[in-house]
Antibody
């Protein structure tokens, strides 16, 4: 079955970088976008951007443009999201989600989420 | 940027119908997707392309979209429907995805 499995929880100090992985299985990795979405404690969902695993092309939300980098390794069907210069309000659960390669597409399925805690 | 507004909460008795709205400027011209998120779990797609249901999602959940409002309707509400629900669209101007503010559905 289609599955996205994310890396484990992280604790980072302010100013550091964090890199979260998302291992895909059960489908053709290069045939779908991987999106990243985060959710701060008690808050709603916030879209961060996508990567096209086939081309490596990316599209980042303006809010994260200068701090986020999304990459992929097709040999191990894994996508990565790296957030630099983290601050306390980056504390959140970070999700990856698969999305069809088409305008206006949805997210399905989602990874289990990775809790990133930023604390001094 | 494009804004989607949802009511913070909706309360409904078991067996009744819950309607969750998602307001946005001319949202009827966009394609809307809906997600259900239970506490401590990842979101799950429940409606896509305004009114289509993924396999495994009961027919009790249905979607519609017109004018400035999209609606997720849950008929014959059950205790297991208690969750947060989010609408989502693609903003063609920014080429970004946008989520609604989320609605907590409480089953009385």
């Amino acid at each position: 079955q289609v599955q996205l499995v994310q890396s484990g929880a992280e604790v980072k100090k302010p100013g550091a970088s964090v890199k979260v992985s998302c291992k895909a299985s059960g489908y053709t990795f290069t045939g779908y976008y991987i999106h990243w979405v985060r959710q701060a404690p008690g808050q709603g969902l916030e879209w961060m951007g996508w990567i096209n695993p086939n081309s490596g092309g990316t599209n980042y939300a303006q809010k994260f443009q200068d701090r986020v980098t999304m990459t992929r390794d097709t040999s191990i069907t894994t996508a990565y999201m790296e957030l630099s210069r983290v601050k306390s309000d980056d504390t959140a659960v970070y999700y990856c989600a698969r999305g069809p390669v088409r305008i206006g597409s949805w997210f399905d399925p989602w990874g289990q989420g990775t809790l990133v805690t930023v604390s001094s | 940027s494009y804004v989607l507004t949802q009511p913070p909460s909706v309360s409904v008795a078991p067996g009744q119908t819950a309607r969750i709205t998602c307001g946005g400027n001319n949202i009827g011209s966009k394609t809307v997707h809906w997600y259900q998120q239970k506490p401590g779990q990842a979101p799950v797609l429940v409606v896509y392309n305004d009114s289509d249901r993924p396999s495994g999602i009961p027919e009790r959940l249905s979607g519609s979209n017109s004018g400035n409002t999209a609606t997720l309707t849950i008929s014959r509400v059950e205790a297991g429907d208690e969750a947060d629900y989010y609408c989502q669209v693609w903003d063609s101007i920014s080429d970004h995805r946008v989520f609604g503010t989320g609605t907590k559905v409480t089953v009385l």
